[in-house]
């Protein structure tokens, strides 16, 4: 992976990016400089909103509405991209520098062929005919190893899965051959064994074709798979820049050693068996469908009082669906569901008040499940009210309880969601959650939306909060270190099934089930290397 | 370890966030705003301002000219034009006021309701309100009028539940918009019930958009009203009403006299002013996203 010395393809020096809010400016990148040779893969890593898009549209000459550059320099080989005009530019775009962006569903026009869509850059301003455009276009499938590249193309977006629509996505950021390729995320909207799938192809074409990479992304161990260097973004400063394996490590900066968070989450001990013997929650034989599509079948589940019980599986596998059951939001086809002894009611109408109240389920996204024209007192106190019929000063005694409980405080109570950070609402909506005073809570994907280090707070928090409280968790998840770091019990779903359930060191350790195996395996290390090993053993 | 806490201020109160919302008003709004105050004012303070009372007749000789004793001139009966343009606005206002209030009500509450509850009864509502808006508004009020008779809580009810259907079809949208979002579900696993959710969760994210609605209702249910008027049928004499003050004087019109064209211009100059105030308030509100 060495790379020779030659002339930078990119140059950005003290970059300076302005957007507007409301009615002022204000610096979102702050004198960023970074420079990257041919063949060269630089990993810019950071939160959200450290800058890191901004800086990555920025090599491309493209700022987004509402944003100003008020300083620096962008070159890209010869030419100085924020001094020639929009007109120029657009030129550049697709030709000498590539874009490969998050959704490769949102960026495919799903009513052309892939090949319409690929090739026709390179036919408009790539200067090739439609067949060499096309025959460039199955070289580079071929080379992704996408399935049956002669015929690819004939395809439509929704014909393909969205792995090979990523992969189909860097062919047509490659097809005219371009110097700088800057990928945004392309892998963090994937399941993780298609992930692997995907970086192994990306990291192919990339050497293969030597094109210099810029890869956005927030996750380091990602970017040690396929990055020469890494840039650490934050607050639109770069704070610390160095060749992939000294900053694995030995991070210099604080806030770089901070990103570790969640990866050096130790785990927690798993509840001893027979001390949770109480079965708070049990499935037998349950069953779902959609029309006449069978999406849960067979599932034996139990969970015990006080014990957290991870629910793993791919996108598609049903564990979010299974999670819907529990609540009520979705009536089963079949089986039978005790809790605490006594038969679930299948249909949340059905439930009583206080059957409502022990059953609680947090969601994924805070931005949708919080009424972003509700203040932080009304979200959390309506469970009082409403469950323990809590008023005025008594109400408010216990509001500010729960806020301290998910370590905010009454300074928060009177804000909107929209006033809040993305950890401090979902932290909101835990609140909420507590405040009916639940016995199970369904906790469907609540860090996968957040950054890392306020993801491993929160887990953190949770882990107190059920010592504390005696209340038993069903964490749906597809991160298999949030489980490593929470769960009692894994329960591993595919297709709508359980293919294995058991103590989580027994499941997480060998022999494995095949799909646990290879679940297990596309989780990339902290380390550099791993994609190397992965690539050779499959050679081998 | 989360940096964010407290990285932003806490929020100001209600009445400096009103004022600084004021301060940020385009010069329309503003000329708007201060226009409907006026009208408000004359609505509200009309028996005082009037130098004449509503029904007095106070000149012997109708359509009198513009003189120091009547600004205005008299109408046909001898009153004081100016007085009856002053009582007018009472009236008129007050009317429109009411009915958009109850359609803007009833047809948001079963638009909402209507979305969240969905299927068959969502249909039915849907269906009959699709009926209601392919009959024309003023050919049905004028049947209505005539079979249960014209009087003012007849008329203030008719509009409004053909207005409504207005409010419905725009709320029901942007209902089911919200409904489908997660803090919805929560309410319904909470165990809330449907009034609750539609009054509590969905309608206040309807309410921006609605707003803007609601000054147009207005507006129109204003016109409608003047309408029936000069057409005889709505607010029935002695009572002053600057559609059927239009009416009765329009034969000064031939006559090179202006005098019944103002009530008609302060109609339109009323429609103008909601209509700035509201067009910036719809800005604001589709403005709202960017600050969360």
Not at chain 1, 50 to 69: D, E, F, I, N
Not at chain 1, 75 to 80: F, K, N, P, Q, S
Request: charged share 20%; proline share 5%.
């Amino acid at each position: 992976m060495a790379v020779e010395p030659s002339p930078a393809v990119l140059e950005i020096r003290d970059l300076r990016i302005e957007a507007k809010s409301s009615d002022s400016w204000s610096e979102i990148v702050r004198g960023v400089s970074l420079s990257l040779r041919k063949g060269e893969v630089l990993g810019l890593v950071g939160e959200s909103g450290a800058g890191k898009s901004t800086v990555g549209l920025a090599a491309l000459g493209y700022l987004r509405p509402g944003a100003r550059a008020s300083g620096g320099s962008v070159r890209l080989l010869d030419t100085e991209l924020l001094a020639i005009p929009e007109e120029e530019r657009r030129r550049l775009r697709g030709t000498k520098v590539a874009y490969v962006a998050q959704s490769a569903q949102a960026a495919f026009n799903p009513v052309h062929r892939l090949m319409d869509q690929i090739t026709m850059v390179a036919v408009d301003r790539g200067g090739l005919s439609r067949a060499e455009a096309e025959k460039r276009a199955v070289a580079l499938f071929t080379a992704l190893q996408l399935p049956d590249p002669q015929h690819f193309g004939a395809r439509y977006p929704h014909q393909v899965s969205g792995g090979q629509l990523q992969r189909a996505m860097v062919a047509m950021a490659m097809i005219c051959n371009p110097a700088l390729i800057v990928f945004d995320e392309p892998t963090t909207a994937l399941d993780v064994t298609t992930q692997v799938e995907v970086l192994i192809s990306i990291r192919k074409v990339i050497e293969e074709f030597g094109v210099a990479a810029i890869y956005i992304t927030h996750d380091l161990a990602v970017v040690a798979q396929i990055a020469h260097r890494v840039a650490v973004l934050r607050y639109g400063e770069v704070v610390e820049e160095a060749p992939i394996a000294s900053i694995m490590d030995h991070p210099e900066h604080p806030y770089t050693q901070s990103l570790w968070a969640v990866h050096e989450m130790p785990a927690n001990d798993p509840a001893a068996e027979g001390a949770s013997a109480a079965a708070l929650l049990s499935i037998e034989r349950l069953g779902a469908r959609f029309g006449t599509f069978e999406v849960l079948s067979d599932i034996d589940l139990r969970i015990g009082r006080g014990e957290t019980v991870a629910l793993v599986g791919e996108s598609g596998s049903g564990k979010s669906t299974l999670g819907r059951v529990i609540a009520g939001l979705k009536a089963p086809s079949g089986g039978r569901a005790l809790f605490d002894g006594a038969a679930l009611p299948p249909k949340l109408r059905q439930r009583p008040l206080d059957l409502l109240r022990r059953i609680q389920i947090i969601y994924q996204s805070a931005d949708t499940a919080l009424n972003p024209r509700q203040t932080v007192r009304a979200i959390v106190g309506r469970p009082l009210a409403l469950y323990q019929g809590l008023r005025g000063a008594a109400r408010e005694k216990r509001l500010i309880e729960l806020l301290r409980m998910v370590e905010l405080d009454e300074s928060h109570a009177e804000r909107l969601p929209g006033q809040l950070s993305g950890g401090q609402k979902q932290r909101v909506a835990i609140a909420r959650a507590l405040a009916a005073g639940p016995e199970l809570i369904i906790c469907d994907e609540i860090t996968s939306a957040l950054d890392k280090v306020v993801q491993a707070d929160v887990l953190r928090m949770m882990i107190g909060l059920k010592e504390r409280l005696g209340v038993s968790y069903l964490f749906i998840t597809h991160d298999i270190e949030v489980v490593r770091a929470i769960a009692d019990r894994v329960v591993v779903m595919q297709h709508g099934r359980i293919v294995e359930q058991g103590e989580k060191d027994r499941v997480f350790a060998p022999p494995h089930e095949p799909y646990t195996e290879r679940l297990l395996a596309s989780v990339p290390d902290m380390a550099v290397g791993w994609l190397d090993r992965i690539i050779a053993a499959r050679v081998a | 370890m989360d940096q964010s806490i407290d990285a932003r201020p806490a929020p100001p109160s209600r009445l400096t966030r009103a004022r600084r919302l004021l301060a940020t008003a385009p010069f329309t709004a503003r000329l708007g705003m201060v226009l409907v105050a006026i009208y408000a004012f004359v609505a509200i303070f009309a028996p005082w301002i009037a130098p004449y009372g509503e029904v007095e007749v106070v000149s012997r000789i109708p359509f009198d000219g513009w003189s120091a004793q009547h600004l205005l001139g008299t109408d046909q009966l001898g009153r004081d034009f100016l007085s009856r343009l002053i009582f007018g606005a009472r009236n008129s206002i007050s009317i429109a006021l009411v009915t958009t209030m109850i359609s803007f009500g009833l047809g948001c509450l079963l638009g909402v309701f209507s979305a969240l509850i969905g299927g068959f009864v969502d249909q039915a509502i849907s269906r009959f309100v699709d009926a209601l808006m392919s009959v024309p508004d003023l050919i049905f009020i004028l049947m209505i009028l005539s079979i249960f008779g014209n009087s003012i809580p007849n008329l203030i009810l008719i509009i409004a539940v053909l207005t409504s259907t207005r409010f419905f079809r725009i709320s029901r949208a942007a209902a089911l918009n919200v409904a489908s979002l997660d803090f919805v579900e929560a309410a319904r696993v909470r165990g809330e019930s449907l009034l609750w959710i539609s009054i509590h969760e969905v309608f206040p994210n309807v309410l921006p958009l609605i707003l803007s609605e609601l000054g147009m209702r207005f507006c129109f249910i204003f016109l409608s009203i003047a309408a029936l008027s000069f057409l005889g049928v709505g607010i029935q004499p002695p009572l002053a009403e600057w559609g059927s003050m239009v009416r009765d004087n329009a034969a000064l019109i031939n006559m090179g006299d202006i005098t019944p064209l103002i009530p008609a211009a302060s109609i339109a100059l009323l429609a103008i002013a909601v209509n700035f105030v509201v067009d910036w308030l719809l800005n604001r509100a589709s403005g709202l996203n960017e600050e969360g």
